[in-house]
Each structure stands twice: as C-alpha cells, then as structure tokens.
C-alpha cells in the first residue's frame, strides 16, 4: 500500500514517460498553496529546460494525461509551468480508511532488512553524565525505534567507557585516598575522578603513574582488575537508574573492555596488513587520504606504555559487531566533536577490512547552550549532571500540570508518573525538534509549556484525543467507514497521508526532526479539524462513525510517532 503522495507521483511520472520524457521528472511533493492545490508537480519547468522546450507547453500535455486519472479533482496549470493537483475527496477517503485500517498506520517498510548497529549514549564508569551524553541518549533512542519499526533488525548498543587511561587514572586516585575496594561507592569515585584528571593534565609524574596503572590493568594485574570490577558495577547500576528514568533502553551493555580479548590478534592482523607502523615506541594506523582539507592525525592503536586506547577498542569493537552480529550498518550517534576519532576508525576499519566501507556512519550533532550559547552549564559553573537535569525537568512538569489545572483529581502515584512522561516529553520534543546538526538553547520554561511546538502540547493534544474516544465508547457510538467533505476532514487526511513521506525522510536522513515535525502537523491538524468538526454531536450516524475513525486513526498515528521519538502517552491528565 502506498501512500496517495507516492502513488501520484507514479502517475505522473508515467505521463512524462508517455509523452517521450524522463519519468524522474514526475515527483510530487505538497502543494506549497494549500488553498490551491494539495500536491505539485514541478518537472515540467526542469523537462523543459533539458529539452529546450517551453515549461507550460510540457506542463499542459502532462496535465492533460493527468486529467483522466479518477483520484484527481482538478489539475491545473500556474506560473511557468507548476502542475497543481487537487485530490477527489473519495481517493482522500479511500487512502485515511487504509491508513485506518493499518496497524503501522500508513507507515512502510523496508524491502531489504539489514543488520543494524545503533551506537549511542556512550556513558563511562565514574564520570557522570552530562548534557553531552543526553543528546547522544535522545538521538540514538530514536533512530533505534526508527530503524527498528522500518524492519531493520538493530542493536541498540552503550558502548560502555570502561577501559583506558580513565581506569588507570581511578587505580591510582583510589589508591592514594586508601578506599577499600569493598566500600567504594559511586559518590567517591565521583569525588576522586575530577581532580584526578585535573591533576593528570598538569603533573607529568602523576599522568604517567595513571598510565602505568593503565597498562597493568589490562596487562591483567589482578588487585587492579577486583578494583576496576568495583568501578564498573557501581558505576553501571547508577547510570542505568539515569538511563531508564528517561525510558532509554539498551539491548546491548557492552563496555569497551569487553573487546579485550580481540585486541592482541587485531593488532597482529593489522601487523600482518601492513598498517601498523612504530611511532616512536608507539603503535599507529596512518588514515590520512589523497585529497583531504587538512592532515587528518594517525589512529593511536598502542600507547608506548603499551596501553590499548580509546580508538583500538572502538576498532576491535567494528570487528566484534561483525563477527557476532554480522552488523551491515553502525551508527555513531555521538557529538559533532568526536567527528575525527570516527572518522580516524572508520578509515582504519575500511583499510583493514573489517567493515564494508561507508557502513560506519558518525551521527553527529550540535550542542545544548545555555543562554550565553556555550555548552550548558549549571549557575555554579559546573557542567550539568544528566541526573539532575531529569529532576529539575520533572520538577518544572509538576509545576506546570498544577499551573494548567491538570491531573489535580488524580491519586498521587499516577499524577508523579505523569510529571516525569511530561518532563522526558519536553526534553525529548526540544532536542529532536530541530535537526541534529543545530545546536540549541536551553530553555525549560519554552521546552514544558502546553503550548507551541513542545512535547508537552503534543501529549496534551493525544490525551484530548483518548478522552474523546473514551466519551464515545461511553455514550455506545462506534466508528465506521471514513467519508470525506469538510475542508478540516480533507487536511486530516492529508496529513494522515504524510506520516509515510516523514518516516522515509527520518530514515534516510538518520533525522528525527522530520517525525516531530510531523507530529507537531497532525496535532495542529487534528486541533482545527476538531474545532470545525464536531465528532459526537456530528449531524448523522454515518459522519459521527467517519469522524471517530479519523479520530481513532490520528490518535494511532500520534503515539506511533512520539513512540518512534522515545515519548510515550499517558492514559490521562
Ligand atoms: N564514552 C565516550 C564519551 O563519553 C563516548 C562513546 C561513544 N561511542 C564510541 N563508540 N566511541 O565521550
């Protein structure tokens, strides 16, 4: 089943064809006049100018092939040479009723499912979370969910920061603090990592201590691994905690130790290649190409000290996806600043062989400002801990739902529920509402109101819906054939229409700003159509049954693309 804005492209392309044009000159987009047309062809003035002929003639012989096509009300010719296509309300009917009856809500999928790796979050064992890690978290979450329902089979991976000089840094701080092992908690790990590392940057002595106890661990040294094992799991259970407060799932928890193992023969395979060459003392791949802007540096494989590095786990860990997942695709949804190691691994992986080359793909994305434009930070100057980050957001939900008077009947348990769904909602919405390239500014008073294009509106606008339904389960009316007449009910069904063309768009782009667009539309649309149209106190049956399925349908649609975003409805507010 296709969608109506696809199907008419196919016609028109076939009457570029028969008139001896290129078919591709047949795309159909929306009408950029709604009050004119609901779709537009805009190949004719491109035909033309290709054929040096004159764009309204072509226009118009097109046109006229189009005129017999039973979907189309009116197909009309304007400026120099657009086709404007207006829809029969019977083919908008007839599309909203597939779409109703479709579980997937009109959305396709993809011929040919591949083996996907989402890589993303990208927590590490002692140093919390910040706001860094929430865009990687929401972004990743997303095209998860994304990928997943077009029928890819995806692994949604942390990537655990769990080995390297981080570790070593912690063996050395803990061991001169005198923690036992036992006792070590995350708030002491927290404590000791932060001037650890500030130290490190600025007593060689201390680096190189921190660097030793690095190679050691993953030498194997046993004192050290017990206390690395601690590390790990306090670290782990309260990132987790973090990760499910903001419903973000991981199918996969492996850490970049968990490659360890492959390392030695990896780098006697790259040894084997030829890529390895000695730097002094230590171990690099040379990624540098033929026409690149500026020298892109070597990927670091072993330190002097003999340490494995941030970049050799990632490239064990391409080998790894491949040999136990058989990964076709890996996305690295991590910040735009990461844009070299990426690209310094993947070229690695490529010359190596262990990806097909362009199957390593870098997700970037902006940052999160504050109000200066620089990388949020709290008052105090510090960067903002993702912890505290959820809180205040639930916070400012609870005070908004008391501000709009909502969910004040509700026990107590369900209303906290509530809050946190309205403050992911928000955080979610605001991060994914722009492309992921944009960097944007913080703003929770904007990201939690109920109204304009925040999360808290669309869920809002969803449990309207569900309430509407629920008072027309309760008076017995049901919902029936969809029929089509009303202005209102015709946008409806063109935006029902459009969740295809926005999922494709999301996919293809890896961006999820397309799906929240979409949502945001079919909101609005939905919000006017429900102005104009009364849906209980319809004036017959058979429009009252229509008008409940469009309802039924929107609402379908509605969760299934704030679902897609990470955002799940509540019952009720
Ligand atoms: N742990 C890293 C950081 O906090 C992010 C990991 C991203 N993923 C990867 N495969 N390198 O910066």
């Known amino acids: 089943m296709s969608d109506l804005k696809s199907a008419l492209g196919e016609a028109a392309a076939a009457a570029f064809a028969a008139e001896g044009l290129p078919a591709d000159y047949g795309r159909v987009v929306p009408s950029d006049r709604p ?149 070590l908690t995350l708030e002491d790990l927290e404590r000791l990592y932060p001037p650890a590392a500030a130290r490190a940057k600025a007593e060689p002595d201390y680096r190189d201590r921190a660097r030793r106890a690095t190679a050691e661990l993953q030498g194997g040294r046993e004192d050290y691994r017990a206390l690395w094992r601690r590390f790990v799991e306090v670290s782990r259970t309260a990132l987790q905690r973090e990760f499910a407060a903001l419903d973000v799932r991981f199918d996969l928890w492996k850490g970049e130790s968990d490659v360890d193992a492959l390392i030695p023969g990896m780098v006697a395979d790259l040894q084997a290649k ?74 690695a992986a490529y010359l190596a062989g ?81 492309f992921r390239g944009t960097s944007y500014i913080f703003d929770l008073d904007r990201f939690t109101s109920f109204e304009g294009k925040t999360g808290p509106y669309l869920l809002y606008q969803a449990v309207r819906v569900k309430s509407l339904l629920r008072k027309a389960k309760g008076e017995g009316a049901s919902s029936g054939r969809v029929r089509i007449s009303e202005p209102a009910e015709r946008d409806l069904a063109l935006i029902l229409d459009a969740f295809e063309g926005a999922l494709s768009e999301a996919y293809a782009k890896r961006a999820p700003h397309a799906i929240a667009e979409h949502a945001y539309r079919l909101a609005q649309t939905f919000s006017r159509f429900y102005a104009a149209c009364p849906v209980l106190g319809a004036p017959d049956e058979a429009t009252r049954a229509s008008r409940l399925r469009l309802a039924e349908t929107v609402l379908r649609q509605l969760e299934l693309s704030l679902e897609l975003l990470g955002i799940t409805v509540p019952e009720r507010m």
């Open 354 to 434: 262990y990806a097909e080359p362009g199957s390593l793909e870098h997700i970037g994305f902006g940052t999160m400002n504050g109000v200066d434009g620089k990388p949020f930070k709290t008052r105090e100057g510090g960067v903002l801990k993702l912890h505290d980050l959820i809180e205040t957001a639930r916070a400012k939900a609870r005070e908004r739902l008391q501000e709009a008077d909502l969910g004040a009947d509700l026990p107590a348990e369900e209303f906290e529920s509530i809050a946190r769904q309205v403050g992911v909602a928000a955080l979610k919405f605001a991060d994914l509402s722009a």
């Open 35 to 183: 009050e004119l047309a609901d779709f537009q062809c805009n190949g004719a003035l491109a035909a033309a100018k290709a054929a040096r002929a004159n764009p309204r003639d072509i226009a118009g012989r097109v046109a006229q092939r189009l005129r017999a096509d039973p979907r189309l009300a009116s197909v009309e010719i304007a400026g120099p040479g657009f086709i404007n296509l207006r829809t029969s309300d019977a083919a908008l009917a007839e599309r909203a009723e597939a779409v109703a009856a479709d579980e997937r809500a009109g959305a396709e999928q993809v011929a040919e499912p591949r083996r996907v790796v989402v890589d993303y979050g990208g927590p590490n064992v002692a140093k919390p979370m910040h706001v860094g890690h929430l865009r990687a978290s929401i972004i990743g979450e997303s095209l998860k969910r994304l990928f997943r329902f077009r029928g890819d089979q995806v692994w949604g991976d942390a990537h655990f920061g769990d080995w390297g000089f981080q570790m070593g840094l912690l063996i050395v701080a803990v061991g001169d603090e005198g923690v036992a092992p036992e006792t």
């Open 274 to 347: 030829g890529l390895l060459l000695d730097d002094q003392g230590a171990r690099i791949v040379r990624v540098a190409q033929e026409g690149d802007k500026r020298e892109l540096p070597p990927l670091l494989v072993i330190s002097s000290e003999g340490s494995a590095m941030y970049g050799t786990t990632d490239l064990a860990t391409v080998l790894d996806r491949k040999q136990s997942l058989g990964a076709q695709l890996t996305l690295y949804v991590i910040d735009q600043r990461q844009a070299d190691h990426i690209e310094q691994v993947s070229r």
